[in-house]
């Protein structure tokens, strides 16, 4: 009897950015994908938060709480004179009351036999989100030999992987596919929708199944996100200038 295997587009961090999140569920049609599973932060930086978070919202089977939505809802976090804190603001009044208390109630991890999703490695999406150097260095190490299975875990805007040797490394191209180790620790950082940091422009996502992952990386239409953020007084010029080259 042939086993089905479950494929997942496992994505985070669109950040207000529809141009990308138009051009990586484009993709996602193109694979033999079962259900998106999405770690969070559909708003923030970008021109177009409300429909990005009301169209992956309507389209993931999972919507998983990210650092800036924790941050969103949480009414000491809106109440400074910055103008990330002014941002939050606007988009808690945008947001309707159903949309808001939805949000409110999201899990922050999620686990599918061997592979467990959540927006950082601690499920604590207001923690600062975990890097692969924190993850090399010897404590983390240390815990890390305790745990198995694979985390796959956002936050970070860029895509690299540690497998149970200790040994990480980073995506360097699309399409680019790793094998996971049957009962041992694998930790993926699945990289960046609307906001990647890995000096790549290019929109980033993951296909995942319970014995391996591909990476994606999306042309889309830079200038166009660019432009719409500039054109919103409200946000920071330098959410713009980002994405032209990924950093």
């Known amino acids: 009897m042939k086993v089905q295997i479950v494929r997942y587009a496992v994505m985070s961090d669109i950040n207000g950015n529809l141009q990308a999140l138009e051009a990586v569920l484009a993709d996602v049609k193109q694979h033999d994908i079962d259900e998106i599973i999405f770690l969070g932060d559909a708003m923030g930086y970008g021109a177009d938060s409300i429909a990005c978070f009301e ?14 939505e924790s941050r969103l809802i949480d009414a000491t976090q809106r109440n400074s004179s910055s103008r990330l804190a002014a941002e939050m603001r606007m988009l808690h009044s945008q947001l309707a009351g159903e949309s808001m208390d939805w949000l409110c109630h999201r899990k922050t991890s999620l686990s599918l036999g061997q592979l467990h999703f959540s927006y950082n490695f601690e499920s604590k999406p207001m923690s600062k989100p975990i890097g692969l150097l924190d993850f090399l260095s010897r404590q983390q190490s240390d815990y890390c030999h305790k745990l198995k299975g694979v985390h796959l875990i956002a936050g970070n805007h860029s895509p690299w992987i540690m497998d149970s040797s200790g040994v990480g490394f980073t ?6 596919k790793f094998d996971f180790e049957p009962d041992s620790l ?9 906001q990647p940091r890995d000096g790549d422009p290019r929109a980033g996502y993951a296909i995942v199944d319970e014995s391996s992952i ?6 889309y239409d830079v200038d166009g996100a660019i432009a719409a953020i500039v054109l919103n007084s409200e946000l920071a010029p330098a959410n713009a200038e980002r994405l032209r080259n990924g950093v």
Do not use: D
């Not at 169209?55 to 800036?68: E, P, Q, T």
């Not at 995506?171 to 680019?176: G, P």
């Open 55 to 68: 169209l992956i919202r309507r389209l993931a089977a999972v919507y998983l709480l990210g650092n800036f």
């Open 186 to 194: 694998c930790i993926v950082s699945v990289g960046s929708v609307g």
């Open 214 to 219: 591909v990476w994606r990386r999306i042309q």
């Open 171 to 176: 995506e360097k191209e699309s399409n680019f």
